[in-house]
């Protein structure tokens, strides 16, 4: 069966400090990948997300960047981070076709 | 622009009766809609699909209604149990198999 882990579940960090969020996905290949963000009274907002190794689409410019290094491997990074980068990330994945996808547990990310 | 709304932030509703939650979009390229439930500090968890070939889909107690002239679908759950009591998330499918996201409503069920 298919599995995702994301990690840490929870992280505080210092305003202007690097960030680095990882998400692994077990028992597919070649995964849709997505970053996503939950907003308050914006639903789930749609970071990234990506069709294959290195293939990174972003849906908002901002402070962050991801990046696909192996097949099931997908990463969120921040070189300095903002107040306003603090929130809820969630990673997904899903098989294409008709588009359902499966959380990671997700990061609760405190910019202090 | 919202392309799938959410009206309803909050729902109160009594255990045992039906809750129903409401979705509308604008897009009409829509071709496949889910519902997804979530906890407090956990990703969303996926609980039911509908294809807008269908208007109709039922999985014990959830069933979601699909209105294409109105663009509207709506989850029902028959009869409401505390455990229900969490965010629902409405979703679309888009390009590239994105799915564009409602802003949830939150359902209380209540004792």
């Known amino acids: 069966s298919q599995t995702i882990h994301q990690w840490p579940a929870t992280l505080v960090q210092p305003v202007g400090s690097p960030l680095s969020l990882e998400c692994t996905v077990e028992?597919?290949?070649?995964?849709?990948l997505y970053w996503y963000r939950q907003a308050a009274g914006r639903g789930l907002q749609l970071l990234f997300y990506s069709v294959g190794i290195g293939q990174i689409s972003s849906e908002v410019p901002q402070n962050l960047s991801a990046s696909r290094p192996q097949d099931r491997q997908f990463i969120l990074s921040s070189k300095k981070l903002l107040l306003s980068d603090s929130g809820f990330y969630l990673c997904?994945?899903?098989?294409?076709?008709?588009?359902?996808?499966?959380f990671g547990q997700g990061t609760r990310l405190t910019v202090v | 622009d919202q392309q799938v709304k959410q009206n309803s932030p909050s729902l109160s509703v009594q255990e045992g009766r039906i809750s129903i939650l409401n979705c509308d979009y604008t897009?009409?390229?829509?071709?496949?809609f889910l519902w997804y439930k979530k906890y407090p500090a956990e990703g969303p968890t996926f609980l039911i699909s509908i294809s807008s070939i269908k208007d109709k889909n039922e999985d014990g107690r959830f069933t979601v209604f699909l209105n294409k002239s109105a663009k509207h679908l709506s989850l029902h759950i028959v009869p409401s149990q505390p455990g229900d009591s969490a965010v629902y998330f409405c979703a679309a499918s888009g390009r590239n198999y994105q799915l564009i996201w409602g802003a949830g409503t939150k359902l209380i069920i209540k004792p």
């Open positions: 028992g597919t290949s070649n995964p849709n």
């Open positions: 897009n009409s390229m829509f071709d496949y």
């Open positions: 997904a994945w899903s098989s294409g076709g008709q588009g359902e996808a499966f």
